[in-house]
């Protein structure tokens, strides 16, 4: 059965404040869009293989929600397929709330960010948690070459939907990575610089021929 966004996020009290904050219509337009959101594609297959982490939230028994970042290589949260998310869950604090919440209820949200390109995707799901010793085949096919962090267990995260959001009010930042890929093309022209400055140099400071 196809779901679409709306019909998670839009409970009855969240539409009670788009009725009072005026803002109903537009939603209701939503609601009837035939767009469903609970498939990935590759554009957000894409932007999700950009990633070098993401926001997580669970819930635990006491009804508060516990929002964790979770890091690592680019790419480490994995699309298995249109309809499926996994990822490795390297060794922490040791405090697992987050293994422990999916245990007791397994809906799990993610957040992800693209600060530099002002993108933010959110992706509703249904989590399990799978030991490592329980499947090390998808445990093998999580692993991320170079990054050396010990793998403890693997997070597969079945989407119920998805929704983009707006770039207002995203602040711009980048990391080390984007930050060196900027300044490549001004390092490499500051070096030819350099050496056609020596090189004139050299040939003033030579005698009068």
Request: aromatic share 10%; charged share 25%; glycine share 6%.
């Amino acid at each position: 059965m196809t779901r679409k966004f709306t019909e998670l996020a839009f409970t009855p009290s969240v539409k009670a404040a788009q009725q009072h904050y005026g803002t109903r219509s537009r939603n209701q337009n939503l609601e009837r869009s035939a767009v469903t959101f609970d498939q990935l594609t590759e554009r957000e297959m894409g932007f999700i293989r950009g990633r070098d982490g993401f926001y997580q939230a669970t819930v635990g028994e006491n009804g508060w929600p516990y929002v964790q970042f979770r890091g690592g290589p680019k790419g480490f949260l994995k699309a298995l397929d249109a309809r499926t998310l996994a990822y490795a869950d390297f060794r922490g604090n040791l405090q697992y709330i987050s293994v422990g919440n999916v245990s007791a209820d397994d809906r799990v949200s993610l957040i992800l960010m693209d600060y530099a390109n002002r993108s933010r995707l959110k992706i509703w799901t249904r989590a399990k948690v799978v030991d490592a010793s329980e499947d090390p085949r998808l445990i093998e096919s999580l692993k991320s070459p170079h990054y050396p962090a010990r793998i403890e267990r693997a997070v597969v995260l079945n989407v119920e939907a998805f929704d983009w959001n707006c770039p207002q009010h995203i602040t711009p930042r980048f990391t080390e990575e984007e930050v060196s890929d900027l300044i490549e093309p001004l390092t490499a022209r500051i070096a030819e610089l350099e050496k056609e400055t020596t090189a004139l140099k050299k040939q003033y400071a030579s005698p009068a021929g």
